[in-house]
């Protein structure tokens, strides 16, 4: 989009005069990973009529003195095509595995390597929610990062947080991550 | 750079968000885009295109902007940084500039842009009648039901009468151009009256792609975007623009939704699909529609006229849509109206404050 653009988006920037730092935050994952779930939990909001998304879902969430605008996007197979509409600028991303899935490990794991292919997440910080340890049958986050590659990672920052959305319990150790990791890449 | 120098710029770039060049492309995109955009929680995919689109069409906008001026975008951007940029009042003129990088804020903007326009659909409906239809107001209890329903039907009469307003539409087009060039009169298209309309009928599709230049070949040299500094009269100044904007998005508001609906229409329910004593009662609402459509742009041509006369002393704060008598309306079809109001300006408030 060339010069103006970047002229435009620096002068917006300065014209919101907020002196809050902003994080944009990609929620990615397979359908029902519970990723809307997630969103909500940060938000304090009620998880209880959630229903798959086909579309996308914002909020704002202030933590460590930061405003982070979370973005969560569909993640049905029909959907996925879209996700790369939405990484541009993209500071982080949080990508959610349903636990107990184990059939699906494959496909989500292919989806996250071709993320972490995408030229606008070159280097962005990863976070991996092992989600539903709340579920008998869930498995251990190590196991994930193990099925997931996760070592092989070496460009980029990446944590893999073992969590339910539905308790909430793991959730905030994993945006304890977040905030560090941003704060040491921003400064 | 001198302080002086910012402040001249900033009184031009605000100038500039007032005058027509950059009102009536905004205008006119929110319009056309703003009927997907409901107040739901979650986001349309169909959102991110149209907020990318809106951001293209600003860049533009703003290109065009500075190198008429002959200003580059260090001084845009440090004029725009100046402490006296950031005054509240000037805040609200760049409402639309921010959105471009705040899809929230985009998203507020077209949800009131779709609210008003709803709103004055049901104007237009109530000017026409006295009150709102029978088949508006009857069967259906719940009242996002019947608000929903209502604006199909609008939108099926629109679609119907479409031939007859682009015909319109290039007409008046046609009229401007001959009254705003030299251009010899080429009538082969008569003056007024439905022999007119019949003859343009064939250009509806000339209509549609001419309209968009609509703002630049027909008011060429209104209000220059530079502007001489007034230093005490800032933020009165700043309103003023406001109020401007305001009028003539509003003006422009009311033809514009009968465009999009029409187009919008398209993606929903076909006039062929609908029971037969419904499409006798769209046609019924077309005919009323047509008149109102007249009546709308008699009122909108004197506006103009009254405004060219004495443009500094006329903001025009009254909408032009505003029914001149309801004394037909009986009590019951009134507290209808008011329940339908009501909810309407919750809707919008509830839009505003987000
Ligand atoms: N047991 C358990 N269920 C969960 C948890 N998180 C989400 N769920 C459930 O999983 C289902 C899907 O959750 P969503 O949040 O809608 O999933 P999503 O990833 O947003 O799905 P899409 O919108 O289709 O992409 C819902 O029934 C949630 O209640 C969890 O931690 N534990
Ligand atoms: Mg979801």
């Known amino acids: 989009m060339g010069e103006a653009q970047k002229g435009l988006l620096s002068v917006i920037e300065k014209l919101k005069g907020s002196t809050e730092q902003e994080v944009r935050i990609v929620l990615l994952g397979l359908d029902n990973a519970g990723k809307t779930t997630l969103l909500k939990t940060l938000a304090s909001e009620d998880v209880n009529t959630i229903t798959p998304t086909q579309g996308f879902n914002i909020k704002s969430v202030a933590s460590h003195g930061m405003k982070l605008n979370v973005w969560d996007i569909g993640g049905q197979r029909k959907i996925r095509p879209f996700w790369k509409k939405y990484l541009e600028n993209t500071d982080l991303l949080i990508y959610v595995i349903d636990s107990a899935d184990k059939k699906r490990f494959e496909e989500t794991g292919l989806e996250l390597s071709e993320l972490i292919d995408e030229e606008n997440l070159k280097g962005v910080p990863v976070l991996i929610f092992a989600n539903k340890q709340d579920l008998a049958t869930a498995s251990p986050a190590s196991e994930i990062a193990e099925g997931l590659n996760l070592h092989t990672y070496r460009d980029r920052e990446w944590q893999i947080q073992a969590c339910s959305a539905v308790s909430g319990e793991g959730v905030q150790d994993g945006m304890n991550w977040i905030c560090n990791n941003i704060v040491n890449r921003k400064k | ?32 885009k703003c009927t997907v955009f409901d107040d739901e929680d979650e986001n349309k995919l169909s959102y991110t295109d149209i907020h990318q689109q809106y951001k293209k069409l600003v860049e533009k906008l703003l290109e065009n902007y500075m190198q008429e001026v002959g200003i580059n975008e260090q001084q845009f951007l440090d004029a725009c940084t100046s402490p006296f940029a950031k005054s509240k009042s000037l805040q609200a003129v760049f409402q639309p500039v921010l959105a471009t990088d705040d899809f929230q804020m985009f998203r507020s903007l077209m949800v009131q842009k779709n609210t008003e326009l709803q709103l004055q659909a049901l104007r237009v409906i109530k000017e026409q009648n006295g009150a709102l239809p029978e088949c508006l107001t009857d069967g259906v209890d719940v009242m996002t039901e019947l608000q929903q329903q209502e604006m199909k039907i ?34 082969d298209k008569p003056n007024k009256g439905d022999e007119a309309r019949s003859a343009a009928l064939t250009s509806s599709k000339q209509s549609n792609t001419s309209k968009p230049t609509l703002g630049s070949s027909v008011q060429p040299n209104l209000l220059p975007a530079v502007r001489a500094p007034t230093k005490s009269s800032e933020s009165s100044d700043a309103n003023r623009h406001q109020a401007e904007e305001q009028s003539s998005s509003t003006e422009a508001a009311a033809e514009a939704y009968l465009e999009e609906a029409h187009r919008e229409a398209g993606f929903s329910k076909p006039y062929t699909e609908l029971s037969p004593s419904q499409q006798e009662q769209l046609q019924q609402r077309a005919a009323y529609l047509r008149q109102q459509r007249d009546k709308l742009h008699a009122l909108k041509r004197e506006k103009q006229k009254s405004r060219q006369a004495a443009e500094p002393e006329e903001p025009s704060h009254t909408p032009p849509l505003e029914p001149a008598t309801n004394l037909e309306i009986s009590a019951e079809e009134k507290k209808k109206l008011q329940k339908r109001k009501h909810l309407a300006d919750k809707l919008k408030e509830e839009v505003v404050k987000k």
Not at chain 2, 18 to 25: A, H, L, M, Q, R
Not at chain 2, 155 to 182: A, C, F, N
């Open chain 2, 1 to 32: 750079m001198a302080e002086d120098d910012s402040e001249w710029i900033i009184e031009s770039i605000v100038g500039y968000l007032g005058s027509p060049e950059w009102v009536i492309p905004v205008t006119d995109f929110m319009e056309n």
């Open chain 2, 154 to 187: 609008l939108e099926d009469v629109l679609k119907k009468s479409k031939e007859e307003y682009d015909e319109e539409m290039s007409r008046r087009l046609l009229i401007e151009k001959q009254m705003g060039s030299t251009s010899s009169s080429s009538s």
